[in-house]
């Protein structure tokens, strides 16, 4: 037969590839569509079908015409039924989380798999690292199973998609269940798995003790795949077994050792190579390379290694090596005086802006000759916080306060001593959020910090900073009772019995800090000691916070629940620790806010508790064998 005319030819739009199903359902596409062609210029009106043909509609051509529409229509008929039975059926050979759920109604399907996986649900979750184990029950970790969500996804809802409507028919389709999770607690189960398993990645860093640089080589990490094991827990949670291994992945310094030796042969030995000269008018001033290499650091920032400057750490050091310029502002501050807060004034200065001198010398220590200079101009220098600011915090009483003792040890002394040192004056202005790290800074023996006993990996070991932690919970305690806005903290791995139940807390440099947030309208000072230890005497560590009080808090707690039995662990390293066994647990902390004696509000958090396997020093013996 002859080409149709191109005029009388079916528009097709968006015409997809041909394909099985496109030969038996139409395209793939829901939004494909065939329209037939318009009829032609007529004079006379459209009565029919026939209308369009010609005179002689016995023709072949008229008779292939209406062939053509018939299929159409019949083509229609078709898929419009197949949407209908989508939503009637599931697919041929289903399975939602391996529950076969082939050709039933929605309903039915939502049934079966309600029946068969919700048993499965209320089962703990068991997640296991090397050795370790975790219980996880579901409800801590906010899990829920969704089995409208489940049953819809394996295709229990209508559909204008021609695959969806071959599924009923064709094919193989094995679905996961749908499931549902609280996200803030999973990340705490995470993060609680976290703290026991992971070993954080070291960045080089370089800084310049006694004016030398001393290198920080880098050490790849080992951390908890938060976004695998999530997918894990879901999937076991439904799954016909309820345990698996807690997903790592590997984690890269970066900057490697190599980028480590450049920096060391290049910037580092460059900044300490001399002297910069100060020009101040007609003055020019050495100023040696012991009165910045304090407060320089060369630390990684994206993926290279780059000085830093602290202009606080420079203050100092600065004006004593330009005496001569000017006189240093002195910052207004609150005291305690006599059991009492008193406002103390600050003062202006003439001289060299440690902020502006930061940022001219870090291009002046990687200079060499003449280059090797900065101009800058003595000014009046402003205190940053002025008496006006200090009085205006209207901190007048003391509104919480706390005290922890600990055994006698000189470790303990030196480190409590030096971080209460730092927190000591600390002004928590409204809206502020107060961090012990950025506080404190790194526990280094730069920084007058010495190795003492830290919980690591679970376990007791011989770090930097032991004994740290009694200064956060007794921070923590103290912020407690005085209304603040608990923004970040993190109890030990398992109980210590020297600290309140559920009320500790603990750091660790680059991964867990202590953070509280000042919700109220006045300033917050932190005052903070230690009364050191003796022979025979326990020490002390002291924290309180001064400013104007608005909350009445009492605190309750729970019963313990959820036991954990340890077990038994050997230890053939070096940093080995003995440990007696330690029973883990539950327990929910409460905090109730009072004003004018009257209940306000509270607040409830949970400390989960890990069993503490007793850790024996040496190797594990290896059974007898029989002669």
């Not at 439904?238 to 910037?267: E, F, W, Y």
């Not at 012990?436 to 930097?464: H, K, Q, W, Y």
Request: glycine share 8%; net charge negative; with cysteine.
């Amino acid at each position: 037969e002859p080409e149709p005319d191109t005029a009388s030819e079916p528009l097709v739009v968006n015409k997809p590839p041909v394909s099985a199903y496109d030969d038996m359902f139409g395209p793939s596409t829901a939004a494909t569509s065939v329209i037939p062609p318009p009829p032609p210029p007529s004079d006379t009106t459209n009565t029919g079908f026939d209308d369009n043909f010609d005179e002689d509609d016995s023709g072949s051509g008229g008779r292939g015409k209406r062939i053509v529409v018939g299929a159409l229509l019949a083509l229609a008929a078709v898929y419009v039924a197949g949407y209908f039975l989508t939503g009637m059926r599931m697919p041929a050979n289903t399975t939602i989380a391996g529950v076969d759920v082939s050709g039933a109604s929605p309903q039915s399907a939502r049934d079966t798999v309600s029946a068969k996986l919700t048993p499965a649900t209320e089962r703990d979750i068991v997640l296991s690292h090397e050795k370790t184990q975790f219980t996880i029950k579901p409800a801590d970790a906010g899990l829920a199973l969704d089995v409208d969500a489940s049953v819809a996804a394996a295709g229990g809802e209508r559909s204008w998609n021609p695959r969806d409507m071959a599924a009923l028919l064709f094919g193989t389709h094995d679905h996961d269940a749908v499931v549902d999770a609280e996200q803030t607690k999973l990340a705490a189960v995470l993060g609680t798995i976290g703290e026991e398993v992971d070993i954080p990645v070291v960045q080089p860093q370089i800084t310049f003790p006694k004016a030398k640089p001393k290198a920080r080589e880098p050490k790849d990490g080992r951390i908890v795949d938060k976004s695998a094991t999530t997918d894990l827990i879901k999937h076991v949670f439904v799954g016909d077994a309820n345990t698996s291994d807690v997903v790592m992945k590997d984690v890269k310094p970066a900057v490697d050792s190599a980028g480590l030796k450049a920096a060391m042969d290049g910037i580092a030995a460059t900044a300490m190579s001399g002297p910069v000269t100060i020009k101040v008018g007609e003055k020019r001033i050495k100023l040696p390379v012991t009165a910045y290499a304090p407060a320089l650091i060369i630390q990684v920032e994206g993926t290279e290694l780059v000085p830093f400057i602290d202009p606080k750490k420079l203050s100092k050091p600065l004006q004593d090596s330009t005496t001569g310029i000017g006189k240093k502002a002195v910052d207004a501050t609150v005291e305690i005086r006599n059991g009492k807060p008193v406002v103390i004034e600050g003062k202006e200065g003439v001289g060299l802006q440690p902020e502006e001198m930061a940022e001219k010398l870090l291009p002046a220590i990687a200079a060499t000759g003449d280059d090797r200079s900065v101009s800058i101009e003595a000014k009046v220098v402003d205190p940053v916080f002025t008496t006006e600011d200090a009085k205006a915090l209207k901190i007048t009483e003391k509104v919480g306060s706390f005290q922890t003792q600990y055994p006698p040890a000189a470790y303990r002394d030196t480190n409590q001593g030096r971080a209460a040192q730092l927190i000591n004056g600390t002004i928590v202005k409204p809206g502020e959020t107060f961090s012990f790290n950025d506080t404190v800074g790194e526990r280094t023996p730069a920084n007058g910090f010495v190795s003492g006993t830290v919980i690591n990996g679970g376990v007791f070991r011989e770090e930097l900073g032991g004994g740290v932690s009694q200064v956060v919970t007794t921070l923590y305690n103290a912020s407690f009772f005085a209304g603040m806005d608990d923004v970040e903290h993190h109890p030990h791995a398992f109980y210590i019995n020297r600290y309140p139940v559920g009320r500790e807390a603990t750091v660790y440099w680059g991964s867990l800090d202590l953070r509280f947030k000042n919700p109220t309208k006045y300033g917050v000072l932190i005052r903070a000691w230690v009364d050191k230890s003796g022979p025979g005497r326990n020490g002390r560590m002291n924290v309180e916070l001064w400013s104007t009080k608005v909350w009445d808090i009492k605190a309750s707690q729970s019963a313990r629940r959820n036991f954990r039995s340890p077990g038994t662990k050997y230890d053939d390293s070096n940093r080995c620790v003995p440990q007696a066994p330690i029973q883990g647990f539950d327990i929910d902390i409460f905090r109730t806010f009072y004003k004018d004696g009257k209940k306000v509000k509270t607040e409830k958090d949970t400390a989960v508790y890990i069993a503490a396997n007793k850790v024996i020093c040496g190797k594990k013996p290896q059974p007898a064998e029989d002669d």
